[in-house]
């Protein structure tokens, strides 16, 4: 149905900035709702920010007006721009979209990209 590919993971400073990016695939006019999840060790995966077809963005609250997240229906992709990171930034980050699907009773179902990892550090 749908395919979520990231890309943008790396090393980067406290401080700094860094760009993520995901490309869709497959029935991409059926996503509703795109965006990134994020997973440390030992902590809970959390949202980091949702772009959902006319709503306003949504971004975690540790997030702080630091990250913008971008969404471009004709390339069917979605952008992170992560800027003042921190070392509390540091997971693996993890591409997500809800869309429509004939194989839920629910109509609705999931897609994960397979995880890039963000490492803040010195």
């Known amino acids: 149905q749908v395919q979520l590919v990231e890309s943008g993971g790396g090393l980067v400073q406290p401080g700094g900035s860094l760009i993520l990016g995901c490309v869709a695939t497959?029935?991409?006019?059926?996503?509703?709702?795109i965006g990134w999840y994020r997973q440390a060790p030992g902590k809970q995966r959390e949202l980091v920010a949702v772009?959902?077809?006319?709503?306003?963005?949504n971004y975690g609250p540790f997030v702080q007006g630091r990250f913008t997240i971008s969404r471009d229906n004709t390339k069917n992709m979605v952008t992170l721009q992560m800027n003042s990171l921190k070392p509390d930034d540091t997971a693996v980050y993890y591409c997500?979209?809800?869309?429509?699907?004939?194989?839920?009773?629910?109509?609705?179902?999931?897609?994960w990209g397979q995880g890039t990892q963000v490492t803040v550090s010195s």
């Open positions: 772009k959902t077809k006319g709503v306003a963005a």
């Open positions: 997500h979209a809800d869309y429509h699907c004939t194989s839920s009773f629910k109509g609705w179902c999931d897609a």
């Open positions: 497959g029935a991409t006019a059926s996503i509703n709702g």
